[in-house]
């Protein structure tokens, strides 16, 4: 015979932890009880909204055995079902409605005030109707409407103040209308878990309830430093602080619970999709009039059903995901050291994870054909133990603020870099190139085009030398009656079919010049404090007489 259930309020569990997921939150309470030998049924009552009936798990110790563990909704009265969350947010109201009572209260009684003064001016005079001037009687009138003055100005200026605290009453108790209606998404609806169980004998027994609620996600967010020192012994650190950005508005508050961080993806689909057979066949053009039928029937079908698939393609397409990472790096769960509290609010609340230091390379970067401005880039190689995740990241340069910028995500040992923001001490001008025209050729006529551009560069730093990198365009020919020659400076063109590869990673910020594999000039230098360097890039390009060439910047 089955014992009387036992019923437990979900938020009378303490949480032993929550791991937050990207746009889910894992929840597990923890329930103590002691229960005789027989069998039971636990229900664990009012669940969060947002809980996802699938993901719930009920582990236990001691002498029980569990047989079933069911997920029902069950219709209640609503203010049974009242989270914390909920209940203080009504009574708050309540209160609200109390004070608004008094005010209307305090409001009628001005009114009457004012309303009885009023009613006494139009009494003045004699009982006969008519009025007598003498001195008495004018400084009676004095007196009066001086307390009429007074009195009625006082009234009136206490009845604003009044309704000013009325008006800002009832947008609070609007406020909190909607605070609450979105809390109790879910109407009159209990979210209960049953446990049944058989207990062997009489004992304490302990249970963790894993489950799973929408509506909540953590992001990265970053500070980095990068501290520079005038003694030139000391190297320049790059100091990244990193944050998690935490929200949530599961219906329940996580009280002083411990909290994990997860870069795992949840809703992602776990199974490996098939493959098919993909069968070729020579294409036939069915008669004309095969193929009018077939376009009647298929814009005949279109036009009933506006949602249908379109018949256009042999290949089957996978429905598309709600959400897709488009780059993945090892999961990785983070502790945050000590518990918190984070309610069901929809604030952010940003938490310190850790912070790591690096030894950057420093290089500036420029590319002048766009803008003249200096970049000082830091190169380094996470050497930490923690992936850092995509996020947006806020730059300071010696504490100062200098930009904002998006980390990519970054793995353990992976190089990444991270622009410092301009550097005004170190200048570049760019002038407009010199463009010489020459023909030749007796027969067959071909024009040649020289251009020349100067770049100048000025350290104006005292007591700093920096080594620049400046990139500038160098055109690719993609017709083979035009031949672009690249004159100064001498670097080898790649050959024909072959694209030039990158500058290995080691090599960053060594003076030298290349031809990048999207046949751009990249050329470093190392200029000395106060120094100025000027560096001419000059190409030509042959093509036959008569033809336009155009230049299209293709990324």
């Known amino acids: ?83 914390p969350d909920v209940q203080k947010l009504v009574n708050e109201k309540k209160d609200l409605e109390t004070r608004k009572k008094h005010l209307d209260d305090k409001k009628s009684l001005l009114k009457r005030r004012i309303d009885t003064l009023n009613s006494m001016t139009g009494k003045l005079g004699c009982c006969d109707g008519t009025f007598v001037f003498d001195e008495g009687f004018e400084d009676q009138m004095d007196k009066f409407f001086g307390f009429y003055d007074n009195t009625a100005a006082d009234i009136q200026r206490k009845t604003r103040e009044t309704n000013k605290s009325l008006e800002n009453l009832e947008k609070q108790i609007i406020v909190l209308n909607e605070r609450i209606d979105n809390l109790r998404h879910g109407a009159n609806v209990s979210r209960n878990i049953c446990i049944v169980l058989d207990v062997s004998e009489e004992s304490d027994l302990t249970f963790v309830i894993t489950y799973q609620v929408y509506s909540a996600r953590w992001s990265p967010v970053y500070e ?100 897709t990472a488009s780059q ?89 870099t991270c622009s410092l923001g301009v550097d005004n001490t170190v200048k570049v001008a760019y002038k407009a190139p010199q463009k010489f025209n020459t023909e030749s050729g007796m027969f067959s006529k071909q024009a040649t085009v020289t251009y020349t551009q100067h770049i100048t560069i000025q350290n104006n730093k005292a007591s700093e030398p920096i080594t620049i990198l400046i990139k500038e365009h160098v055109p690719r020919a993609t017709d083979d009656k035009l031949k672009v020659k690249l004159l100064e400076p001498f670097v080898e063109l790649p050959k024909a079919g072959h694209t030039a590869k990158k500058e290995p990673l080691n090599t960053v910020g060594i003076p030298g010049i290349i031809l990048n594999s999207d046949h751009n000039l990249e050329w470093t230098e190392k200029i000395e404090q106060g120094g100025k360097k000027e560096l001419v890039v000059k190409w030509q390009i042959d093509y036959p007489t008569g033809q336009k060439v155009q230049y299209n910047e293709d990324f």
């Open 1 to 83: 015979m089955t014992s009387p259930s036992i019923s437990f309020k979900a938020t009378d569990l303490p949480i032993q932890s929550v791991t937050v997921f990207n746009d889910r939150a894992q929840i597990k309470r923890e329930l103590k009880t002691n229960l005789p030998a027989g069998t039971h049924e636990i229900i664990i009552e009012n669940l969060a909204n947002t809980i996802d009936g699938d993901s719930i798990r009920v582990d236990g110790t001691g002498a029980a055995q569990i047989h079933e563990v069911k997920f029902k909704n069950e219709h209640v009265v609503r203010e049974d079902i009242n989270s």
């Open 224 to 323: 980095i430093r990068a501290l520079t020192f005038d003694d030139p012994d000391k190297k320049t650190v790059l100091q990244v602080d990193y944050f998690a950005m935490i929200e949530q508005t599961t219906g329940e508050e996580w009280t002083d619970a411990r909290i994990l961080l997860s870069t795992a993806q949840p809703y992602l689909e776990g199974d490996l999709p098939e493959l098919g057979t993909l069968k070729a066949s020579l294409h036939r053009v069915p008669p004309p009039e095969a193929r009018r039928k077939r376009w009647e029937a298929k814009y005949a079908r279109l036009g009933n059903d506006a949602d249908s698939d379109s018949d256009v393609s042999c290949l089957s397409v996978p429905k598309r995901k709600e959400m």
């Open 328 to 416: 993945q790096v090892l999961s990785t769960e983070f502790e945050l050291p000590e518990k918190k509290t984070i309610p069901s609010d929809s604030s952010e609340h940003k938490m310190l994870i850790t912070n790591v230091a690096f030894e950057p390379s420093l290089l500036h970067e420029c590319v002048p054909k766009k803008s003249t401005n200096v970049f000082l880039t830091a190169s380094v190689v996470n050497n930490s133990e923690f992936p850092l995740i995509e996020g947006d990241a806020a730059v300071y340069l010696n504490h100062n603020f200098v930009a904002k910028t998006h980390l990519k995500a970054v793995a353990p040992r992976e190089k990444f």
